[in-house]
């Protein structure tokens, strides 16, 4: 059975940085794509960043790009989102999840199940940006 922990989330102004973590206490994520996901009330799920093994790509959406980094630590089999230059709008539960039938986030579906498969997910952190 594979757990995802997330942790790092908290209370913020508006302007202000987070480090999500995600960690898997008893599996190894090497091998594996990592993706963040976040959801916030009344809206869906959506696709916030991922993160590959195999070639070290990493994606983002729109929403983000230029302002939240997802990072890879391999020695301590922890995944990361910096997230800086925080807005109200980023308030949301963050999910990490993992893919355990690639090992590359898939180009332009990383998000869809056309691309990756994620299979396991943590029970997410809440981010809570303030204006």
């Known amino acids: 059975q594979v757990q995802l922990v997330e942790s790092g989330g908290g209370l913020v102004q508006s302007g202000g940085s987070l480090r999500l973590s995600c960690a898997a206490p008893?599996?190894?994520?090497?091998?594996?794509?990592i993706a963040w996901f976040r959801q916030a009330p009344g809206k869906e799920r959506e696709g916030v960043s991922c993160?590959?093994?195999?070639?070290?790509?990493?994606y983002y959406s729109d929403s983000v790009k230029g302002r939240f980094t997802v990072s890879r630590d391999n020695a301590k089999n922890t995944v990361y989102l910096q997230m800086d230059s925080l807005k109200p709008e980023d308030t949301a539960v963050y999910y990490c999840?993992?893919?355990?039938?690639?090992?590359?986030?898939?180009?332009?579906?990383?998000?869809?199940?056309?691309?990756?498969?994620?299979?396991?997910w943590g029970p997410g952190t809440q981010v809570t940006v303030s204006s």
């Open positions: 999840a993992a893919d355990l039938q690639h090992s590359r986030c898939v180009p332009h579906a990383w998000r869809t199940r056309q691309g990756n498969n994620y299979s396991y």
């Open positions: 008893d599996f190894t994520l090497d091998y594996y794509a």
């Open positions: 993160a590959s093994y195999s070639d070290g790509s990493t």
